[in-house]
């Protein structure tokens, strides 16, 4: 990892959860994916946990195999983030979202979000469509990382 990488990693650790940026940290990852520099688009970075979830010891008799306490998502890290951000900024809309670190505790993404009522957004050729298909598309899996959990991202493949 390079010295820069660690440094970044450092200063992120501090950070809140989700946190919103003035620039892209990949800006040309961002662009490809439907970054504008424009007024009604932001990029978040967003903090993820590394690792299995924990739930509560149960109470009360079990056998040994149903006392299970640590269990995997069904779905990735990438689309836990997508979802931590739009619920932060209920405004906006996530378009996508993109990789830019992880350490051993945690994993960082940034996402892309855009005003789903500023004009120069709905001027957009490009997001209009992915707005307009309604609101809460990280949440019900129509972002790239939801769609790739759900099986749809390779129309040709059979599973």
Excluded at 20 to 37: N, Q, S, V
Excluded at 66 to 83: I, N
Excluded at 122 to 128: H, W
Excluded at 130 to 143: D, L, V
């Amino acid at each position: 990892m390079g010295e820069i990488q660690k440094k970044r990693l450092a200063l992120w650790r501090g950070e809140p959860t989700v946190k919103r940026l003035e620039r892209p940290t990949r800006i040309g990852r961002a662009r490809g994916l439907g970054y504008k520099a424009k007024q009604g688009f932001c990029v978040a970075r967003v903090k993820v946990g590394r690792g299995a979830r924990k739930i509560p010891r149960v109470a009360g008799g079990r056998r040994p195999r149903r006392a299970g306490r640590f269990f995997t998502l069904a779905k990735s890290r990438q689309q836990v983030a997508e979802e931590k951000a739009a619920a932060k900024h209920r405004n906006m809309e996530v378009l996508n979202s993109y990789w830019v670190g992880e350490d051993g505790k945690n994993t960082w993404y940034e996402v892309i979000l855009a005003d789903r009522s500023h004009p120069s957004v709905l001027k957009d050729r490009g997001t209009s469509s992915a707005i307009a298909a309604g609101r809460g598309r990280a949440f019900r899996g129509m972002t790239s990382a939801g769609r790739k959990s759900r099986g749809l991202l390779h129309k040709g493949k059979k599973g």
